[in-house]
């Protein structure tokens, strides 16, 4: 589901960030369609030589995520189970002030181990109620601000990359950015603590930060050539 939903939003971004002056539109469609009929021709390969074993993940997947099957957990999954984790923060004593931040990190079993401190037993599994408990009732408040200015500011270089070659490379790490602040995160907060998912987007912000300079560099660099004339030395043999 996560990867048809980003597949599905990237194809309909780079068609939108496209040099349509340039007609180079036509590059980029023939692009998708040669990607998607190399993902045909692997999933007719798997069907060829793996039959079994793609029949069996196909019928689990149909049976837990389509909304008819009986045994769906879709809306549980996507809806009720977070929810229900978030309402769980609340039963924490101290959940209006937090126990602190990094409490309920995947590092707090190395404190444990190292450092032979009792574990505290606390958290949620829930993105949202796991900054409540840590940084109390502000925690959301300041995370929602958090990913809002990033998302502004990564959409503020999308539009300024639009119809550069550098679009579809912004455009990734502004949507991974986006995935990991709002959805995963309400989901569980366990993708942003992992050290290299968080490591790659900080770093990613950093880079498409700095290819926001390039559209203008690029056209600095063109106007001062343009009007540099290179002096041809005058021979006496002409």
Same mark, same amino acid.
């Given at each position: 589901?996560?990867?048809?939903?980003?597949?599905?939003?990237?194809?309909?971004?780079?068609?939108?960030?496209?040099?349509?002056?340039?007609?180079?539109?036509?590059? !980029?469609?023939?692009?998708?369609?040669?990607?998607?009929?190399?993902?045909?021709?692997?999933?007719?390969?798997?069907?060829?030589?793996?039959?079994?074993?793609?029949?069996?993940?196909?019928?689990?997947?149909?049976?837990?995520?389509?909304?008819?099957?009986?045994?769906?957990?879709?809306?549980?999954?996507?809806?009720?189970?977070?929810?229900?984790?978030?309402?769980?923060?609340?039963?924490?004593?101290?959940?209006?002030?937090?126990?602190?931040?990094?409490?309920?990190?995947?590092?707090?079993?190395? !404190? !444990?181990?190292?450092?032979?401190?009792?574990?505290?037993?606390?958290?949620?599994?829930?993105?949202?109620?796991?900054?409540?408990?840590?940084?109390?009732?502000?925690?959301?408040?300041?995370?929602?601000?958090?990913?809002?200015?990033?998302?502004?500011?990564?959409?503020?270089?999308?539009?300024?990359?639009?119809?550069?070659?550098?679009?579809?490379?912004?455009?990734?790490?502004?949507?991974?950015?986006?995935?990991?602040?709002?959805?995963?995160?309400?989901?569980?907060?366990?993708?942003?603590?992992?050290?290299?998912?968080?490591?790659?987007?900080?770093?990613?912000?950093?880079?498409?930060?700095?290819?926001?300079?390039?559209?203008?560099?690029?056209? #600095?660099?063109?106007?001062?050539?343009?009007?540099? #004339?290179?002096?041809?030395?005058?021979?006496?043999?002409?």
């Amino acid at each position: 589901m996560w990867e048809i939903g980003i597949a599905s939003v990237s194809v309909l971004g780079f068609v939108w960030g496209a040099p349509w002056r340039q007609g180079e539109v036509i590059r !980029v469609l023939r692009a998708i369609v040669r990607t998607t009929i190399f993902v045909l021709v692997g999933v007719v390969l798997l069907l060829m030589f793996f039959p079994n074993e793609l029949g069996s993940r196909v019928a689990i997947y149909s049976e837990t995520l389509m909304p008819d099957s009986p045994a769906s957990e879709l809306v549980h999954r996507t809806q009720t189970y977070p929810m229900q984790q978030l309402y769980y923060a609340f039963d924490h004593p101290r959940w209006p002030y937090g126990y602190g931040i990094g409490t309920t990190t995947l590092g707090t079993q190395y !404190v !444990v181990k190292l450092m032979h401190a009792a574990p505290m037993r606390i958290g949620v599994e829930s993105g949202g109620g796991n900054l409540i408990v840590e940084l109390g009732i502000l925690g959301p408040v300041l995370w929602l601000l958090l990913g809002i200015g990033v998302v502004i500011s990564t959409w503020r270089v999308l539009k300024k990359l639009k119809g550069t070659p550098w679009f579809p490379l912004g455009f990734a790490v502004a949507l991974y950015s986006f995935l990991l602040f709002f959805p995963i995160e309400f989901v569980s907060s366990a993708a942003y603590q992992d050290f290299i998912l968080n490591s790659n987007l900080w770093l990613l912000l950093g880079i498409l930060y700095r290819i926001y300079l390039f559209p203008d560099r690029i056209q #600095k660099n063109a106007q001062e050539v343009s009007h540099f #004339k290179i002096p041809i030395p005058h021979s006496r043999f002409v």
